[in-house]
């Protein structure tokens, strides 16, 4: 019963995007909390429903609706702690909005600890009055780390691609940026060419991507800010897989100009292209770990498509997967510990999961059975893949944690692609009390 | 009746193409042996009885499509077949598609500046960018098989559209097998 409130709920908060959100998966182990509706002053706009869908995204938590609510507390002084024990919830947010003396639009809120009686966070979130939606995804991070420890992603952006018309003559490519949630979708660039693997820069200012303007792969970056885009790569054969470096110094990308794919790297200020590795088989989809001293990638060097590691000094490669016949498309989660990758199994093309030193087995991640792309939130708490379903292409938010999987679909086309932005600067400012 | 029509007209495009093709080649039937009237008298203002000339009937190695797509063509005028299919993460080359290969390598050696596009596919399993990776290496396979079969590296440019070009938008097994495949495309 719980379960549907929630799903009709998350469906009825995102009506007015491209975008529908369906929960998928089961949602009994998840902690549930209590957002408590915000008081809302005059001309100020509720943030409730945004924060609510927030942090049922983490796939941790499972807001109770307010209809089960026993008192509509919007001061931690308020708060009957009675009421939200029968209730069994862990924490309790509660916050109002209002427009300050400078016009700016101003969420006060704090997060409670039900168990320990206790106030773990307090603070104001300020922005710009038209911007309510960008308020309150801050107001997310702020809470989600006051219950977590872990600094949320609800600030963040995902890139993907959306594909209109595929086979007939309107065919239309539209890469495309929206608030990680699907929101606030944003065309970027719009062509009758295929465009694949957006990356984003470590600083969120630029995406490098792969388009086939000229007939054939091509890799371009795009400042963001500017809106100008440049050649970064179009040699004869494959240019793909771009891959900015931790330090935004240095692009890894595959080009298969000196005979068969291969992975290089391009230092940006001077342009000076080096070549990483050299093997007759398929090298590609190259990712930087952390610390920037290894690339992990694709190759089909034993035989069928496995992921490796190369230094980038010594340009020594290990091989990191041995399970089944089909392993590829790395990334490294944040704690640079792990990866995610596509991986076939029995049933289908899966996303999983595994630990970098190769101790542990790995861990699938998703069910479906032609997913692909995966890409992590710079937090590692969540991460998107695309799949199909029902002859569609459509992303998928799962949490790490495996419990909580949303659809983002687009009445349009297919989308695919998706890359999750790193941590990006903030329109709104947060003030501790 | 109009059966009979088509048949003696594929007949004639036969023989003339036989005669062109000899005419290209050394080791053949002599070309002064090739019974054409030539006109020898004085121009006069009367004009000179129409003398068909066998060139003009040349059956073409290539032919424009009303849509405008040039395709190779066989000696009776019909279309030889231009998609090659692969096997899963394959990239060998079917026997079956050698023959048919080999008649493409002859037309690209008679008509040295006729260039041709490879144009490697995927089907949507697996990875985009490897999958762009293993359409080049289809596309390099055809390339490799052509350039063994005379076709000069200039006519030809391998490409790859790895899973993004499908002409079967279904998720199975029948729309897959359509996918996996490489495309010449003459230009």
């Known amino acids: ?433 | 009746m109009s059966h009979l029509k088509n048949g003696a007209w594929i007949a004639l495009l036969l023989v003339c193409g036989l005669l062109t093709a000899c005419a290209s080649q050394t080791g053949c039937g002599a070309p002064e042996e090739v019974p054409v009237v030539v006109d020898q008298r004085p121009e006069k203002d009367t004009k000179p009885p129409e003398v068909p000339k066998p060139e003009v009937e040349e059956v073409p190695d290539f032919i424009e499509l009303p849509d405008g797509t040039l395709v190779a063509v066989d000696s009776d005028g019909s279309v030889i077949r231009s998609v090659f299919n692969f096997e899963f993460d394959e990239s060998e080359i079917g026997s079956s598609d050698f023959r048919v290969l080999q008649q493409h390598a002859a037309r690209l050696n008679r008509n040295r500046d006729q260039s041709v596009a490879i144009d490697g596919h995927c089907d949507e399993r697996g990875t985009r960018e490897y999958n762009l990776a293993l359409g080049e290496r289809r596309a390099m396979a055809v390339q490799d098989f052509l350039l063994a079969n005379g076709v000069r590296p200039s006519q030809m440019s391998a490409r790859s559209f790895g899973e993004e070009r499908p002409v079967d938008t279904g998720s199975d097994e029948a729309a897959w097998a359509k996918n996996r495949r490489v495309e010449l495309k003459y230009e």
């Open chain 1, 1 to 433: 019963m719980k379960r549907l409130l929630v799903a009709a709920c998350l469906i009825a908060a995102s009506t007015s995007t491209p975008f529908e959100i369906v929960i998928d998966r089961g949602v009994d182990t998840l902690t549930p909390i209590a957002v408590v509706p915000f008081r809302i002053y005059e001309n100020a706009i509720d943030i409730t429903p945004i924060v609510n869908s927030d942090l049922s995204s983490s796939g941790q938590f499972r807001p109770i609706d307010e209809s089960n609510m026993l008192s509509l507390p919007s001061s931690a002084d308020e708060v009957l702690y009675h009421d939200w024990r029968v209730l069994k919830t862990e924490y309790v947010v509660v916050g109002s909005v209002f427009i300050d003396g400078l016009g700016l639009l101003v969420a006060e809120f704090e997060v409670i600890d039900v168990n320990q009686e206790q106030v773990l966070q307090s603070g104001q979130v300020k922005g710009h009055v038209e911007d309510p939606r960008s308020l309150a995804h801050h107001v997310s991070d702020e809470v989600f780390r006051a219950m977590t420890g872990i600094p949320g992603a609800f600030s963040t952006r995902v890139a993907y691609v959306l594909v209109e018309n595929r086979t007939q003559v309107d065919e239309r490519h539209t890469l495309m940026i929206a608030d990680f949630d699907g929101e606030r979708e944003t065309p970027i660039l719009i062509s009758g060419q295929p465009i694949l693997s957006p990356a984003w820069s470590s600083d969120g200012k630029q995406l490098a991507y792969v388009s086939f303007e000229a007939g054939s792969s091509a890799i371009h970056i795009i400042n963001l800010e500017t809106g100008q885009s440049r050649l970064l790569a179009s040699f004869e054969g494959i240019n793909s897989a771009p891959a900015f470096s931790p330090d935004g110094s240095h692009i890894a990308m595959v080009l298969s100009r000196d005979g068969n794919p291969d992975i290089y790297t391009i230092e940006v200020a001077s342009n000076v292209i080096r070549r990483i590795t050299n093997h007759r088989a398929i090298d590609t989809e190259p990712v930087w770990e952390l610390n920037g001293e290894h690339l992990i990638f694709t190759s089909d060097r034993g035989g069928s498509p496995q992921i490796y590691r190369v230094n980038v000094d010594s340009l020594r490669v290990t091989r990191l997967t041995y399970e089944g016949r089909y392993n590829a498309r790395p990334r490294v989660m944040p704690d640079n510990t792990h990866f995610i990758f596509v991986h076939r199994s029995a049933s289908g093309f899966h996303i999983a999961w595994r630990d970098l030193a190769g101790n542990r087995a790995a861990r699938i991640l998703s069910s479906n059975v032609l997913d692909e792309s995966p890409s992590v939130a710079p937090n590692g708490v969540m991460m998107m893949y695309s799949t199909k379903s029902n002859r569609k292409g459509i992303l998928s938010i799962v949490s790490v944690s495996g419990e909580v999987e949303y659809k983002l679909t687009s009445s349009t086309g297919d989308v695919i692609e998706p890359a999750w932005s790193p941590y990006l600067p903030l329109t709104t400012t947060f003030v501790e009390r």
